[in-house]
């Protein structure tokens, strides 16, 4: 208290003597006043895996690498390229070498200069099987030339198809033309890392006392499983627009534990729980929010060997995908504004057409009427059909499956026994296709709808409930290299519309209680790519 | 004594050996691995990553390596889920707290617990008598994750006296609520064994014999009747003294303390092999110890038993 007042005494004299108004006190922007404090604290989860560019793979370590890392190139709010250590980028005609121009004011938090030799030290760090990342697969995406090779430790990563052609121009050569790859450098294991500091600490290098990032944050505390500081970086090329002056992640495993810390005011952002959106947000208006995200929920059908035979038949599939009344999901479950869905792309997706549906635009009476109709057609019985539905271990997910078993029950008299696995668990049996029904969840990882349609490759790890599609695969391949491939995506969404090896349930939301002085939230940013530097709070 | 010691000590290595390997076949049964994810990794990263950790060796050399490695440089490994840290570091972070509230607790719940027992067995079927007893019962059926929640509700939420979670380096605002939770269920299970045995030990005949003599009531609890009532207690001290400082996952989770009952658990879902095996050596380790200061006070109360 006495050091507030202190401060405000102090400032008082300061205006009264230079008699200009304070300039930190509002934002550059907005000139919205800004609060004393400028500490953001947040609940996640789960404690992240490492906060090792190449090697982490989670949410919350993703989280933390934007903040403590910057790499080419950054997304704005609503998700579109804006510069980040590279100024500008060119990319010949076929889409296949692309040059990044970098800013030569760019630091390490030990004041070393960013250069381009520290991106292409990076990205072979990423492909080269004695880092063995976890990540890794995304060089594989990313399709520089040779990867195949290096990863699979056939050729030397100096090989790669990156090069610092100076300090700060960096070249990168494609096996393949791929329009949309500055894109791919927004995400996070493409992101620089010190090559001194890992050599001097090994993997101890990400620790608070050893680690070197060139972002507008450092990491200056971290106690595993309870909490993460970040500080802000002073040596950040952009340091004077940044104005958070600290981020605190706290872990926190229970939704409902840390939705009380949240209202106690322990927390300036958290997740709602499952159904309590309406409530919250009759409660805190201000505070309950919720927005598109670029995931989608959904169920895929065994159609191996393994699966129950009934399966196997088209109808019957669609039969099942025209009984789940996704309303009754996302209205009367769900309740925090997720999207029903009826294509696996979500709507939010950058570009996407979505097809002629005509299952969208039925009622749900008369897709129940059809559901029965074909399940007549393919010659099966309601009652002739029970099907293994696999999920793993959740509240939410086990109220969906309670509701669809019972949905498949009434309307076409199919009985579904429910497995619920533990996760690992889980996964092992769905590789091993010990199931007639899954569930599964998906984010893209980049905002485009091959980062969802890619999964029906029939060769993608991903797909292994054995569906396979020439027209399909074609369709893939051939917008890999189009310049703009949305007609593609939209006829793939048409054949799955016809195939049904998945039936999409829903597409998420973000719902989240957020302190109502937090501003400059990215909603718009379905990726929920957000840097802390771009936050501030306003004040009261 | 010493020669009692000494035995027992060397009869704790083949049981931590069996330990180790039971553990070990255990864990690798488990389906899954420490690498399987949602989204699967292609073979060749799969086979970097599982040479990286020698998960390619057969089973027993894994075992012997891990052996030696604990026995010859104390190592337990890095960990397979947490990129820069190591077993020794996880359990060097999150024992100290679980073993600061751990005994905090302990050390209320057998205060409060023998407090009660006590009360109870001296004034069996009065009002104090049936007051501990409704105390103890009332305890007994809160568990943990009953009570944790009702405590950060009326605490953090309503009064805003203390913090909802967090550690923040052993500040005892943040140690209140997980000891309540902690220590109230152990403390019911004190008190009725106390309560019980103190009772029979006070019908039996050198009570009355002792009372017969015209010693005070004092007298008679604190240098007859005391000491032996407290032998089933202190059986039940040692592996709970065990549980408390190491197997509060509820607690830890709930209040997010960082301590190693959170560790036990993610290790077990994530299939960490080498933390989960770290802190079942851990746990091994404090029972065989504890069960032995538990027969070096029998035999130090007892004049029946003889090491």
């Known amino acids: ?540 | 004594m010493t020669e009692f010691i000494i035995r027992r000590l060397l009869a704790a290595i083949p049981t931590l050996l069996i330990l180790i390997i039971f553990s070990f076949l255990l864990m690798h049964s488990a389906p899954g691995g420490p690498f399987s994810s949602d989204r699967p990794l292609p073979p060749e990263v799969l086979a970097n990553i599982e040479a990286k950790y020698h998960l390619d060796d057969p089973l027993p050399l894994q075992i012997w390596n891990y052996v030696v490695g604990v026995v010859t440089q104390f190592d337990f490994g890095p960990s397979f889920q947490y990129k820069d840290r190591t077993v020794n570091e996880i359990i060097a972070q999150g024992f100290p707290v679980t073993l600061t509230y751990g005994t905090i607790a302990f050390v209320v719940a057998v205060v409060c617990g023998c407090a009660l027992g006590i009360t109870a067995a001296l004034n069996q079927n009065s009002w104090l008598d049936y007051f501990a007893v409704g105390i103890s019962i009332g305890a007994q059926v809160l568990p943990n994750f009953v009570m944790a929640p009702i405590l950060v509700l009326i605490f953090t939420l309503w009064l805003g006296w203390l913090p909802g979670g967090g550690w923040n380096g052993g500040q005892w605002q943040y140690m209140v609520m997980p000891v309540i939770a902690l220590s109230t269920s152990f403390m019911a299970s004190i008190a009725r064994i106390m309560r019980s045995s103190l009772l029979e030990v006070m019908h039996s005949n050198f009570i009355r014999t002792a009372r017969a003599k015209g010693l005070s009531a004092r007298a008679i609890l604190f240098q007859h009747a005391l000491k032996p009532a407290m032998l089933p207690v202190i059986s039940y001290l040692g592996p709970t003294f065990v549980i408390m400082i190491t197997g509060s996952v509820v607690i830890d989770l709930y209040f997010t303390t960082g301590g190693i009952g959170q560790a036990f658990v993610n290790s077990a879902l994530n299939r960490d092999y080498s933390v989960m095996m770290g802190i079942t050596i851990l746990i091994g380790c404090l029972t065989i110890l504890f069960n032995l200061i538990v027969d070096i006070l029998y035999a130090w109360i007892d004049p029946k038993i003889k090491l």
Request: charged share 25%.
């Open chain 1, 1 to 540: 208290m006495t050091s507030k007042r202190a401060l405000a005494l102090s400032s008082v004299f300061s205006i009264s003597l230079l008699a200009s108004p304070l300039i930190a006190d509002v934002h550059p922007v907005t000139n919205e006043e800004l609060a004393d404090e400028q500490v953001f604290t947040y609940r996640v989860g789960d404690e992240f895996a490492s906060i090792d560019p190449q090697l982490a793979e989670d949410v919350q370590g993703g989280e933390f690498i934007r903040d403590l890392f910057e790499g080419l190139m950054n997304q704005d709010s609503d998700g579109n390229l804006v510069p980040g250590v590279a100024t500008h980028f060119e990319a010949n005609a076929d889409n296949t070498v692309y040059t990044f121009q970098l800013r030569d004011n760019a630091k390490w938090s030990d004041g070393k200069p960013v250069t381009a030799h520290d991106f292409e030290y990076s990205w072979k760090r990423l492909a080269d099987p004695n880092t063995a990342s976890p990540y890794s697969w995304f060089a594989k995406e990313m399709g520089l030339v040779n990867v195949k090779a290096v990863m699979a430790g056939d050729m030397d990563p100096s090989e790669l198809g990156v090069k610092a052609l100076d300090d700060h121009t960096l070249e990168v050569r494609l096996e393949n033309s791929m329009g949309h790859f500055p894109l791919m450098t927004t995400s996070e294991p493409t992101f620089p890392s010190p090559k001194w500091a890992i050599d001097a600490h090994g993997s101890d290098w990400t620790k608070p006392e050893n680690i070197v990032s060139n972002g507008a944050y450092v990491l200056t505390e971290h106690v595993p499983q309870e909490r993460s500081v970040r500080e802000r970086n002073p040596l950040y090329w952009n340091n004077q627009n940044t104005i958070l002056e600290r981020v605190e992640a706290l872990v926190i495993s229970d939704d409902n534990g840390a939705l009380t810390r949240y209202l106690a005011g322990e927390l300036d952002r958290t997740e709602v729980p499952t159904g309590q959106y309406n409530a919250l947000s009759k409660e805190h208006p201000d505070e309950a929010v919720s927005f598109p995200r670029l995931c989608a929920y959904y169920y895929f059908i065994n159609m191996t060997e393994n699966t129950h035979p009934s399966l196997l038949d088209p109808r019957v599939r669609e039969a099942l995908y025209l009984t789940v009344d996704r309303d009754v999901i996302t209205n009367a479950i769900l309740q925090g504004g997720e999207f029903p869905a009826y294509t696996f792309t979500p709507d939010a997706t950058a570009n996407f057409v979505s097809p002629n549906n005509p299952a969208r635009d039925m009622t749900q009476a008369d897709r129940d009427a059809r559901a029965s109709a074909l399940l007549a057609e393919a010659g099966f019985g309601g009652d002739e059909i029970e099907l293994d539905l696999l999920y793993n271990t959740s509240e939410a997910h086990k109220k969906i499956a309670i509701i669809v078993s019972q949905m498949w029950k009434q309307k076409l008299g199919i009985t579904t026994v429910l497995q619920n696995m533990e996760w690992k668990t889980f996964l092992e049996a769905r590789s091993n296709q010990e199931f007639d029904i899954g569930r599964a969840g998906w984010c893209g990882p980049y905002n485009l709808a091959s980062s969802f349609l890619d999964l029906m490759s029939s060769t993608h790890v991903y797909n292994d409930a054995g569906f396979s599609n020439d027209e399909i695969d074609e369709l893939l391949d051939d917008a890999k290299t189009k310049a703009d491939p949305s007609e593609n995506f939209t006829r793939i969404e048409e054949v799955l519309a016809t195939e049904f090896p998945i039936i999409p349930i829903y597409h998420y939301a973000g719902v989240f209680m957020m302190n109502d002085k937090l501003r400059n939230w990215p909603v718009g940013n379905v990726e929920q790519k957000w840097y802390s530097r771009e936050l501030y709070f306003a004040a009261d």
